[in-house]
C-alpha cells in the first residue's frame, strides 16, 4: 500500500477513533498528547542547558558564569542560539524517526507545540522561520521533508513567516552518521545553499533554522554559514530533540 493512501487511511481513521497516545496505543484525551506514562518517560529540555547551544546541563553550575558548555567555550557556534524540545533517546527517537521515516506526518504539529515551548524566547525574536533542505533525492524517496513540515506546524502556530525554499542542497551528502565533527563539515562544504534569487529574502532578517536533530551540529552550522553570508542579521536555531551529551556525535 502506497504511503499517501496509508496517509489517508489514518486520516480518515482518526475521525473515527479515539485519539492515542504519541508514542504508545493507550488512548488520550486528545490527539498529540502523551499518556501519563509516556509524559513521565519523555526527555523534555528545560534550563539549565548551555545559552549557545542548548544541552542539557546536569545542574545549574555546569556551564560556570557564562553558562556554556564546554565545546561552545572552545568553540563558539557559527549560530547566535540553539534549542531542543527533546534529549534524543529512545523516547524522542521513536517520535523523530516516525516522523521521517514511517509516514507521519501528523506528528509534526504535535512535536511543533513541544518545540514552541522550548524556543519560545526564540521564536518571538524571529522574523522569518527556514527549514534544513533535504536532497531532492531524498526528498523523492520519502515525499516530505520533516523539518519543512516542522516549520510550516510552528510557522501556523507562531504566525512568523515560514519559507520552505529558501535554502537548498546543492548536491547530495553521503550519511554523516558515522563522521566525526571536522568530517561532517568537510562533507557539508558547499552542499548547501541559499536558493539563487532568494538571498533578499534573508537579508538583515532574524533567521530561526528548524531540523529535527541537532548531532554535532554541522549542518545547522552549515545553514547559518550560508545564512549569514547571504546577510541575515542573526540565526537561531530550533529543533525537535538534540543529542544531550556534547561529547556524543
Ligand atoms: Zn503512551
Ligand atoms: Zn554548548
Redesign the pocket.
Known amino acids: 500500500m502506497s504511503g499517501m493512501v496509508r496517509a489517508a487511511g489514518r486520516a480518515a481513521l482518526d475521525l473515527l477513533l479515539p485519539p492515542v497516545c504519541l508514542t504508545c496505543d493507550r488512548p488520550v484525551d486528545a490527539a498529540g498528547q502523551f499518556c501519563a506514562d509516556c509524559f513521565a518517560r519523555t526527555g523534555f529540555i528545560t534550563e539549565p542547558c548551555?545559552r549557545?547551544?542548548?544541552?542539557p546541563f546536569a545542574h545549574a553550575a555546569a556551564g560556570g558564569a557564562e553558562r556554556?558548555?564546554v565545546?561552545?567555550r572552545a568553540v563558539p557556534?557559527a549560530w547566535r542560539r540553539a534549542r531542543g524540545a527533546l534529549r534524543y533517546d529512545a523516547q524522542a527517537a521513536r517520535l523523530v524517526l516516525a516522523l521521517k521515516y514511517a509516514d507521519r506526518p501528523d506528528l509534526a504539529a504535535p512535536l511543533a507545540v513541544l518545540m514552541a515551548r522550548a524556543g519560545a524566547v526564540l521564536l518571538r525574536e524571529a522574523d522569518l522561520i527556514v527549514p534544513v533542505p533535504l536532497h531532492r533525492r531524498r526528498l523523492f524517496a520519502r515525499r516530505y521533508n520533516q523539518s519543512a513540515l516542522l516549520a510550516q506546524a510552528l510557522g501556523r502556530r507562531s504566525g512568523v513567516a515560514v519559507v520552505p525554499d529558501l535554502l537548498c542542497r546543492v548536491r547530495g551528502t553521503r550519511p554523516l552518521g558515522n563522521l566525526g565533527r571536522a568530517a561532517r563539515a568537510e562533507a557539508l562544504r558547499g552542499a548547501i545553499a541559499v536558493r539563487p534569487g532568494r538571498a533578499a529574502l534573508a537579508a538583515g532578517r532574524h533567521v530561526l533554522l528548524i531540523d529535527d536533530v541537532l548531532t554535532s551540529g554541522a549542518t545547522a552550522a552549515t545553514c547559518t554559514e550560508v545564512l549569514l553570508a547571504a546577510g541575515a542579521a542573526s540565526v537561531d536555531v530550533l529543533v525537535a530533540a538534540r543529542v544531550a551529551d556534547?561529547r556524543g556525535g
Not at 52 to 55: L, N, P, W
Open positions: 548551555c549557545a547551544c542548548g544541552v556554556l558548555c565545546i561552545c557556534p556534547p
